[in-house]
């Protein structure tokens, strides 16, 4: 009798275990994201908080708890708010697909400014947002549209694309610090017609690209041929500490003509050669000598790629009236062509994690019809097989 009761003893210490277990599953946050790097040109849509994720979708900061069966909600504490007025904590009018997260808040800019007095000139502001959603204000403002910018190391990195003093446009990249300190310009292109690119800040690095046509061409001479005016594209460091700025540093011999910079992604430099449909495919170690590793030849419409996949962007097409998005191997192959919604467009693709991959799309969001802008998850061993879906985890 004795023993029988030392063994249900123990069979109701092992369930009692169990369950706790169990409970101590159900209450402990997923964040199926972390480590979360999203940033791409003019996309950061989806950042790491301390306990959940934020999203920007079409002008509308959401909290998300990083469950993929959880919709993302509005950073918004006020009842009955229609989270498209400026009395909304969540609606930044005129914001991009970028924003940043640093010490419990929120920076992104908007492309409604105001007008210096003096010179009358446009100034672009850029916003704090409380991560909990209880206040937001302007901390700063720079004189030029940032279409591309990144925040870094407690400064904003912005560029410009204006004349110098020959009259011709040229890339610059700018920094202020987010106290709201003094600006300065840190690199400007000795190209004509640049642009820059990969504006991205790792570890004590700031990384950038740019592409644009030499000086010595004359642009406005009537008999150049202006689309096929062969185009130079570099690459460089800069160091915020020390100011030190390095041009194609270690790079694999092919002195960055030529090359299309697409995206950085787990420590790697992802970037093509060659000015056909088709390109080559490359990467590299941000940091460490040595030449880049060839991934394979880029379909038509790749844009960026990491350790397991190229991604194209969305393409229309005509007959079906349908678009898609496409994922292929290293060899070029397809592996899944996932369609969009009717109307859908501007899809972008961003590798996260070794799980996870995150999309941002505008058009059509929902079964009824309803259009507007929508962010996606699709979980990449899902992928591999060609069965992956499109989770939505915030629809606007």
């Not at 009692?16 to 277990?21: Q, R, S, V, W, Y």
């Not at 989806?46 to 959401?62: N, R």
């Not at 105001?114 to 302007?138: H, N, Q």
Request: with cysteine; net charge negative; hydrophobic share 30%.
């Amino acid at each position: 009798m004795k023993s029988k009761k030392v063994l249900f003893l123990m069979i109701w210490i092992i369930i009692m275990c169990f369950l706790d277990a169990c409970n101590k599953d159900k209450t402990k946050p997923s964040n199926p994201l972390e480590p979360l790097n999203c940033e791409f040109d003019c996309f950061n849509f989806i950042v790491s908080g301390e306990e959940g994720y934020y999203l920007l979708c079409d002008g509308l900061i959401d909290y998300w708890d990083g469950e993929i069966d959880h919709k993302a909600t509005p950073l918004c504490k006020r009842p009955d708010c229609s989270h498209r007025t400026d009395e909304c904590t969540a609606f930044i009018s005129g914001s991009y697909k970028k924003m940043f997260y640093i010490d419990g808040a929120l920076y992104l800019f908007s492309s409604f400014g105001r007008k210096d007095p003096v010179t009358k000139a446009e100034e672009i502001p850029l916003w704090k947002v409380a991560a909990d959603g209880s206040s937001k204000e302007r901390v700063l403002y720079v004189k030029e549209l940032p279409q591309l910018y990144t925040i870094f190391q407690d400064h904003v990195y912005y560029e410009s694309c204006t004349e110098n003093e020959e009259g011709k446009y040229v890339s610059r990249i700018h920094s202020k610090p987010l106290n709201g300190g003094e600006e300065v310009v840190i690199w400007e292109s000795r190209l004509q017609n640049s642009l820059a690119g990969t504006l991205q800040g790792i570890g004590d690095t700031l990384y950038f690209g740019e592409s644009g046509i030499d000086m010595s061409i004359d642009m406005n001479d009537p008999d150049i041929d202006i689309y096929n005016v062969e185009t130079e594209r570099n690459f460089y460091t800069y160091q915020p500490e020390t100011g030190e700025l390095q041009k194609n540093p270690e790079f694999d011999g092919k002195d960055g003509k030529y090359v299309f910079f697409r995206n950085i992604h787990e420590g790697k430099l992802y970037y093509s050669y060659g000015e056909e449909r088709e390109k080559e495919f490359w990467c590299k170690p941000l940091e460490g000598e040595g030449a880049g590793t060839f991934i394979g030849v880029q379909p038509s419409g790749v844009n960026r790629a990491d350790s397991d996949f190229m991604y194209a962007y969305c393409r229309m097409d005509l007959e079906r009236g349908t678009s898609s998005v496409k994922a292929y191997d290293h060899e070029g192959n397809l592996v899944q062509e996932i369609q969009l919604p009717n109307g859908a467009n501007d899809m972008a693709w961003v590798p996260v994690t070794e799980e996870y991959i995150l999309g941002y799309y505008t058009g059509q969001v929902n079964e009824e019809g309803k259009s507007g802008t929508a962010i996606i998850l699709i979980e990449r061993d899902k992928l591999a097989e060609g069965k992956a879906e499109m989770i939505r985890i915030f629809e606007n």
